[in-house]
């Protein structure tokens, strides 16, 4: 995987796990929320949500079950197991290291970075 996969996978990553914090949700669900908490500025897409929730599944960070909607329609809702909450946290703590040191080596203030203006 090149590096500038490997860098939008780790945060479609952190956006995935952080979204499943509080309660279970489906696919559809955590785009929109996505969408809707950034304004619209992100957009998570089937191609680049759906391998990163598998993988995180492969690793036993969350888990997923079925449930039937209506007669015909299931839906697969995604939970945050223990060991993805602690990997969670371990990956915001690598984000908020490579963001300083992006902020560093570009010369971004706090007060860049925090401005409301995009």
């Known amino acids: 995987m090149a590096s500038k996969d490997s ?6 990553e952190l956006i995935l796990l952080a979204m499943l914090k509080n309660e279970d949700k489906y696919g559809y669900q955590i785009s929109q929320e ?3 908490l950034s304004n619209g500025y992100l957009c998570l897409k089937e191609g680049s ?17 079925t449930e039937k ?14 060991s ?4 969670l946290k371990e990956t915001k703590s ?10 560093k080596i570009a010369e971004i203030s706090k007060d860049e970075l925090f401005s409301s203006e995009t």
């Open 84 to 87: 993805g909450r602690e990997y």
């Open 34 to 36: 996505v969408s809707d």
């Open 49 to 65: 949500m759906y391998p990163v929730l598998y993988k995180l599944m492969e690793k036993g960070y969350i888990k997923s079950r």
């Open 7 to 12: 860098f939008k996978f780790r945060i479609v």
């Open 69 to 82: 909607i209506g007669e015909k329609r299931t839906r697969v809702y995604y939970h945050l197991e223990d």
């Open 94 to 103: 690598n984000y908020i290291n490579n963001v300083k040191i992006i902020c």
